[in-house]
């Protein structure tokens, strides 16, 4: 499946979803982030060596798990738009060439929030409006509305000029897609897989396999299987298209657990031999290890943790925005990913006000700084100790 992101600023966009801002508030929201980002601390996601003609950089940025839940549902606040929750860290995800996150919930109408997974479909839409590209919807949410739930969720997401990845309506459209989405950014064509490690214990109903990416066979039960032919299959079509990069987005793991299973090395060495040239992955709603190799450009995030969620669990209000730097060097047709960097964020949850997501090393600047609207000493001191936290778990120091 081909497809082209929105142009936010100066990105190329779908034409055929062609992404117009909402209202005029939204923009102006936009606006505020990028001057607070200038203000503070904010990163540039231009090239390496702008000067060199001969090669072509992007950045992508991805986030972790977007948990659906009674909490994020009341973060839409009184106008249900979600535009405060996500204005923060609007200038890390509309200046990427091509964001992504995880979409751990569904849109198949009320009741909203933690019971059913479902969200209402403006969230979709702050998403989109906050430049969010693609989301990824193989993960433990996927059926939790049932087929129709799922089918109801790709119409919305595409509706919302989103990128659906990874699930599909029914089998004869999961056969047309061949598994994996194709876009292309400033002329680098990237190929995004993703599968899950199951379905939160849920099977598919006879006749709607394929519906979603699997990494297990065993995906409804005990994740020892690993599907190797169903892995390597979708992959061999990834190939067949000729991309200059694939990136796959893996949900597996454990929740809340540090450990890396020996099941979770192995798709790692599948993937990877089978042409990943990164691997992203979600679920344990904790920060993990990231791994890098330069010379090679295999890279390796086993968990970003939660992107936004009701951060009630320690561990799992922090987490991080990721950066890969993709390089296309036109003189050897190489293309493959040459440095990485990330932003910590926070999900805040603070008295009257709702759920919202925070840069980290910002936030605490304006608090230092007496900026009007600080967060309170005590989120001040949880970020102060979550940014050595997540020092610590990059390294794979847990």
């Known amino acids: 499946m081909e497809n082209q992101p929105k142009n936010e600023k100066r990105r190329p966009r779908r034409e055929s979803t062609r992404r117009l801002w909402p209202s005029v508030t939204v923009a102006v929201l936009c606006i505020v982030g990028v001057i607070i980002a200038a203000l503070f601390m904010g990163r540039s996601n231009g090239p390496a060596d702008p000067d060199d003609g001969n090669k072509t950089v992007i950045h992508l940025t991805a986030g972790g798990d977007l948990n659906v839940t009674n909490d994020v549902v009341a973060a839409a606040g009184s106008d249900g738009s979600f535009q405060k929750a996500f204005m923060d860290v609007l200038p890390l995800l509309s200046n990427a060439d091509i964001s992504i996150l995880n979409f751990e919930g569904n849109f198949h109408g009320e009741p909203y929030g933690s019971e059913s997974r ?3 479909a403006s969230l979709a839409k702050a998403l989109a409006a906050a ?32 990128i659906p990845l990874g699930a599909y309506r029914s089998p004869e459209e999961a056969k047309k897609e061949k598994g994996y989405t194709l876009v292309e950014v400033q002329g680098i064509r990237i190929a995004f897989v993703a599968f899950t490690k199951g379905m939160d214990g849920m099977t598919l109903p006879a006749g709607t396999e394929g ?10 039960s005990t994740y ?18 000729s991309p200059d990069i694939i990136v796959a987005m893996v949900h597996w793991g454990s929740e809340f657990n540090d450990s890396i299973s020996k099941t979770q090395k192995q798709i790692k060495e599948l993937l990877q ?16 290890k990231l791994e890098f190799d330069k010379e090679t450009g ?50 805040v949850r603070q008295e ?34 979550a940014l050595k936290r997540i020092e610590a778990r990059v390294k794979g120091e847990s």
């Not at 919807?137 to 129709?148: E, K, R, W």
């Not at 519906?211 to 409804?220: F, G, R, V």
């Not at 031999?273 to 920060?287: C, K, L, M």
């Not at 709702?354 to 970020?383: C, G, H, Q, W």
């Open 273 to 288: 031999e089978n042409g990943a040239d990164a691997i992203i992955g979600t679920h344990p709603h904790y920060v993990q």
């Open 224 to 241: 020892q299987q690993v599907d190797t032919e169903g892995i390597t299959k979708v992959m061999n079509r990834v190939h067949a298209a």
């Open 118 to 120: 479902s969200a209402p």
């Open 131 to 162: 430049g969010v590209d693609i989301l990824q919807l193989a993960n433990s949410c996927s059926v939790s509305g049932g087929i129709a739930g799922l089918v109801s969720t790709i119409d919305t997401v595409e509706h919302s000029a989103l």
């Open 211 to 220: 519906c979603i990416n699997l990494l297990y066979k065993d995906y409804d």
């Open 352 to 385: 009257f006000r709702d759920l919202r997501v925070m840069r980290i090393k910002e936030t605490m600047a304006a608090y230092e700084n007496n900026y009007m609207d600080r967060v309170p000493e005590s989120v001040y001191k949880a970020m102060e100790y």
């Open 298 to 347: 295999a890279f390796v995030a086993y968990s970003l943790g939660d992107f936004f969620g009701d951060a009630t669990r320690a561990g799992s209000e922090y987490s991080i925005l990721l950066d890969l730097e993709i390089t296309k060097n036109h003189q050897t047709g190489e293309t493959k990913v040459t440095g990485y960097s990330y932003t910590p964020i926070f999900t």
